[in-house]
T-cell receptor, first 121, second 110 residues
Framework: QVHLVESGGGVVQPGRSLRLSCAAS????????MHWVRQAPGKGLEWVAV????????YYADSVQGRFTISRDNSRDTLYLQMNNLRAEDTALYFC??????????????WGRGTLITVSS | QSVLTQAPSASGTPGQRVTISCSGS????????VNWYQQLPGTAPKLLIY???QRPSGVPDRFSGSKSGTSASLAISGLQSEDEADYYC???????????FGTGTKVTVL
Protein backbone atom coordinates (compact mmCIF):
# COMPACT_ATOMS: atom_id res chain seq x y z
CA GLN A 1 0.00 0.00 0.00
CA VAL A 2 1.01 3.66 -0.30
CA HIS A 3 3.51 4.63 2.35
CA LEU A 4 4.93 8.12 2.86
CA VAL A 5 7.47 8.79 5.61
CA GLU A 6 8.67 12.30 6.34
CA SER A 7 11.94 13.11 8.10
CA GLY A 8 14.22 16.05 8.82
CA GLY A 9 12.13 17.90 11.36
CA GLY A 10 13.43 19.51 14.51
CA VAL A 11 14.05 22.77 16.29
CA VAL A 12 15.71 25.53 14.29
CA GLN A 13 16.47 29.18 14.94
CA PRO A 14 14.76 31.95 12.96
CA GLY A 15 16.58 32.77 9.75
CA ARG A 16 18.19 29.34 9.47
CA SER A 17 17.54 26.60 6.91
CA LEU A 18 16.26 23.06 7.03
CA ARG A 19 15.58 20.34 4.45
CA LEU A 20 12.73 17.87 4.79
CA SER A 21 12.59 14.53 3.04
CA CYS A 22 9.71 12.21 2.25
CA ALA A 23 10.43 8.59 1.37
CA ALA A 24 7.73 7.00 -0.77
CA SER A 25 6.93 3.34 -1.24
CA UNK A 26 4.09 1.10 -2.38
CA UNK A 27 3.45 2.93 -5.65
CA UNK A 28 5.27 4.16 -8.75
CA UNK A 29 6.55 7.45 -7.33
CA UNK A 30 7.66 8.87 -10.67
CA UNK A 31 4.12 8.80 -12.02
CA UNK A 32 2.54 11.06 -9.42
CA UNK A 33 2.59 14.70 -8.46
CA MET A 34 3.51 15.35 -4.84
CA HIS A 35 2.59 18.00 -2.27
CA TRP A 36 3.76 19.44 1.01
CA VAL A 37 1.02 20.54 3.41
CA ARG A 38 1.53 21.94 6.89
CA GLN A 39 -0.50 22.32 10.05
CA ALA A 40 0.46 24.77 12.78
CA PRO A 41 -0.22 23.58 16.34
CA GLY A 42 -3.96 23.61 16.96
CA LYS A 43 -4.67 25.10 13.54
CA GLY A 44 -6.03 23.95 10.19
CA LEU A 45 -4.34 22.59 7.11
CA GLU A 46 -2.29 24.91 4.90
CA TRP A 47 -1.08 23.84 1.48
CA VAL A 48 2.62 24.65 0.92
CA ALA A 49 3.73 23.44 -2.51
CA VAL A 50 3.22 20.93 -5.31
CA UNK A 51 5.60 19.42 -7.85
CA UNK A 52 4.59 17.52 -10.95
CA UNK A 53 5.72 13.96 -11.53
CA UNK A 54 8.63 14.91 -13.77
CA UNK A 55 9.63 17.94 -11.69
CA UNK A 56 8.88 20.28 -14.57
CA UNK A 57 6.29 22.40 -12.78
CA UNK A 58 6.14 23.67 -9.21
CA TYR A 59 3.64 25.89 -7.45
CA TYR A 60 3.94 27.50 -4.03
CA ALA A 61 1.74 29.18 -1.47
CA ASP A 62 2.35 32.92 -1.24
CA SER A 63 3.46 32.48 2.37
CA VAL A 64 6.53 30.45 1.35
CA GLN A 65 7.22 31.69 -2.19
CA GLY A 66 10.88 32.63 -2.54
CA ARG A 67 11.92 30.92 0.70
CA PHE A 68 10.93 27.27 0.17
CA THR A 69 11.86 24.98 -2.73
CA ILE A 70 10.16 21.70 -3.51
CA SER A 71 12.09 19.06 -5.43
CA ARG A 72 12.16 15.34 -6.03
CA ASP A 73 14.49 12.50 -6.96
CA ASN A 74 12.50 9.89 -8.84
CA SER A 75 15.46 7.50 -8.82
CA ARG A 76 15.33 7.50 -5.02
CA ASP A 77 11.51 7.73 -4.66
CA THR A 78 12.04 10.78 -2.48
CA LEU A 79 10.43 14.20 -2.19
CA TYR A 80 12.20 17.18 -0.62
CA LEU A 81 11.38 20.57 0.81
CA GLN A 82 14.25 23.01 1.24
CA MET A 83 13.22 25.68 3.70
CA ASN A 84 15.31 28.85 3.96
CA ASN A 85 15.02 31.97 6.10
CA LEU A 86 12.66 30.22 8.48
CA ARG A 87 10.25 32.26 10.56
CA ALA A 88 8.35 31.55 13.77
CA GLU A 89 5.15 31.28 11.75
CA ASP A 90 6.63 28.32 9.83
CA THR A 91 6.34 26.24 13.00
CA ALA A 92 4.10 23.35 12.04
CA LEU A 93 3.70 19.66 11.35
CA TYR A 94 4.71 19.17 7.72
CA PHE A 95 2.92 16.46 5.76
CA CYS A 96 4.03 14.90 2.51
CA UNK A 97 1.06 13.96 0.32
CA UNK A 98 0.45 12.31 -3.03
CA UNK A 99 -1.61 13.75 -5.86
CA UNK A 100 -3.93 11.49 -7.81
CA UNK A 101 -2.40 12.50 -11.15
CA UNK A 102 1.03 13.16 -12.61
CA UNK A 103 0.60 16.77 -13.70
CA UNK A 104 -2.36 18.27 -11.90
CA UNK A 105 -2.02 19.33 -8.29
CA UNK A 106 -5.77 19.25 -7.94
CA UNK A 107 -6.40 16.18 -5.81
CA UNK A 108 -4.55 14.77 -2.82
CA UNK A 109 -5.26 11.19 -1.83
CA UNK A 110 -2.58 9.78 0.50
CA TRP A 111 -0.77 11.49 3.34
CA GLY A 112 2.27 10.76 5.47
CA ARG A 113 2.24 11.14 9.23
CA GLY A 114 4.22 14.36 9.20
CA THR A 115 7.41 15.77 10.68
CA LEU A 116 7.41 18.62 13.19
CA ILE A 117 9.32 21.84 12.61
CA THR A 118 9.71 24.29 15.46
CA VAL A 119 11.25 27.65 14.67
CA SER A 120 12.41 29.26 17.87
CA SER A 121 15.39 31.09 19.28
CA GLN B 1 -11.62 34.66 -2.05
CA SER B 2 -8.42 32.84 -1.16
CA VAL B 3 -9.99 30.69 1.49
CA LEU B 4 -12.67 28.06 1.69
CA THR B 5 -14.99 28.89 4.55
CA GLN B 6 -16.44 26.31 6.91
CA ALA B 7 -18.32 26.63 10.17
CA PRO B 8 -15.87 25.98 13.03
CA SER B 9 -18.02 23.37 14.71
CA ALA B 10 -20.97 21.03 14.29
CA SER B 11 -22.50 18.47 16.60
CA GLY B 12 -25.13 15.81 16.85
CA THR B 13 -26.25 12.83 18.85
CA PRO B 14 -25.57 9.25 17.73
CA GLY B 15 -27.74 8.34 14.77
CA GLN B 16 -28.41 11.93 13.74
CA ARG B 17 -27.48 13.53 10.43
CA VAL B 18 -24.87 16.29 10.39
CA THR B 19 -24.11 18.52 7.43
CA ILE B 20 -20.94 20.56 6.94
CA SER B 21 -20.80 23.35 4.35
CA CYS B 22 -17.84 24.73 2.44
CA SER B 23 -18.09 28.09 0.70
CA GLY B 24 -15.68 29.21 -1.99
CA SER B 25 -15.66 31.19 -5.21
CA UNK B 26 -15.71 30.81 -8.97
CA UNK B 27 -11.93 30.36 -9.12
CA UNK B 28 -11.91 27.34 -6.81
CA UNK B 29 -15.07 25.39 -6.02
CA UNK B 30 -16.82 26.95 -9.00
CA UNK B 31 -14.26 25.52 -11.42
CA UNK B 32 -12.75 22.50 -9.64
CA UNK B 33 -13.90 19.35 -7.98
CA VAL B 34 -14.04 19.27 -4.19
CA ASN B 35 -12.47 16.74 -1.88
CA TRP B 36 -13.17 16.17 1.80
CA TYR B 37 -10.73 14.94 4.43
CA GLN B 38 -11.27 13.54 7.91
CA GLN B 39 -8.60 14.13 10.53
CA LEU B 40 -8.98 12.11 13.70
CA PRO B 41 -7.18 13.50 16.77
CA GLY B 42 -3.43 13.10 16.51
CA THR B 43 -3.46 11.53 13.05
CA ALA B 44 -2.87 12.52 9.43
CA PRO B 45 -5.81 13.56 7.27
CA LYS B 46 -7.60 10.82 5.38
CA LEU B 47 -9.42 11.21 2.06
CA LEU B 48 -13.14 10.87 2.70
CA ILE B 49 -14.80 12.16 -0.49
CA TYR B 50 -13.23 12.92 -3.87
CA UNK B 51 -14.59 14.47 -7.07
CA UNK B 52 -17.41 16.16 -5.12
CA UNK B 53 -19.34 13.01 -4.27
CA GLN B 54 -17.22 9.87 -4.68
CA ARG B 55 -16.19 7.66 -1.79
CA PRO B 56 -12.83 5.86 -1.79
CA SER B 57 -12.91 2.18 -1.09
CA GLY B 58 -13.47 1.52 2.60
CA VAL B 59 -15.28 4.76 3.42
CA PRO B 60 -18.74 4.00 4.83
CA ASP B 61 -21.73 5.10 2.77
CA ARG B 62 -22.84 7.18 5.76
CA PHE B 63 -20.59 9.84 4.29
CA SER B 64 -21.81 11.70 1.22
CA GLY B 65 -20.75 14.81 -0.65
CA SER B 66 -22.37 17.30 -2.98
CA LYS B 67 -21.50 20.48 -4.81
CA SER B 68 -23.56 23.33 -6.21
CA GLY B 69 -22.05 26.42 -7.77
CA THR B 70 -19.39 27.78 -5.45
CA SER B 71 -20.38 25.73 -2.42
CA ALA B 72 -20.01 22.13 -1.34
CA SER B 73 -21.39 20.02 1.48
CA LEU B 74 -20.45 16.91 3.40
CA ALA B 75 -23.21 14.96 5.11
CA ILE B 76 -22.75 12.35 7.81
CA SER B 77 -25.85 10.26 8.34
CA GLY B 78 -26.25 7.87 11.24
CA LEU B 79 -23.60 9.73 13.25
CA GLN B 80 -21.30 7.50 15.28
CA SER B 81 -18.88 8.24 18.10
CA GLU B 82 -15.91 7.39 15.89
CA ASP B 83 -16.93 10.21 13.53
CA GLU B 84 -15.73 12.75 16.07
CA ALA B 85 -12.97 14.50 14.14
CA ASP B 86 -11.98 17.57 12.16
CA TYR B 87 -13.27 17.75 8.59
CA TYR B 88 -11.71 19.81 5.81
CA CYS B 89 -12.87 20.58 2.29
CA UNK B 90 -10.29 21.24 -0.42
CA UNK B 91 -10.15 22.45 -4.01
CA UNK B 92 -7.64 23.79 -6.52
CA UNK B 93 -7.74 27.53 -7.16
CA UNK B 94 -7.12 28.56 -10.76
CA UNK B 95 -6.37 32.19 -9.86
CA UNK B 96 -3.81 31.34 -7.20
CA UNK B 97 -2.46 28.25 -8.97
CA UNK B 98 -2.60 26.61 -5.60
CA UNK B 99 -4.45 24.13 -3.49
CA UNK B 100 -6.89 25.52 -0.93
CA PHE B 101 -8.13 23.87 2.23
CA GLY B 102 -11.22 24.86 4.11
CA THR B 103 -10.96 26.40 7.54
CA GLY B 104 -12.06 23.12 9.09
CA THR B 105 -15.09 21.93 11.05
CA LYS B 106 -14.83 20.06 14.32
CA VAL B 107 -17.60 17.52 14.65
CA THR B 108 -18.61 16.53 18.16
CA VAL B 109 -20.80 13.57 18.97
CA LEU B 110 -22.90 14.47 21.99
Amino acid sequence: QVHLVESGGGVVQPGRSLRLSCAASGFSFGYYGMHWVRQAPGKGLEWVAVIWSDGSTKYYADSVQGRFTISRDNSRDTLYLQMNNLRAEDTALYFCARDTLAMSGRDIDYWGRGTLITVSS
Amino acid sequence: QSVLTQAPSASGTPGQRVTISCSGSTSNIGSSSVNWYQQLPGTAPKLLIYSNNQRPSGVPDRFSGSKSGTSASLAISGLQSEDEADYYCAAWDDSLNGHLFGTGTKVTVL
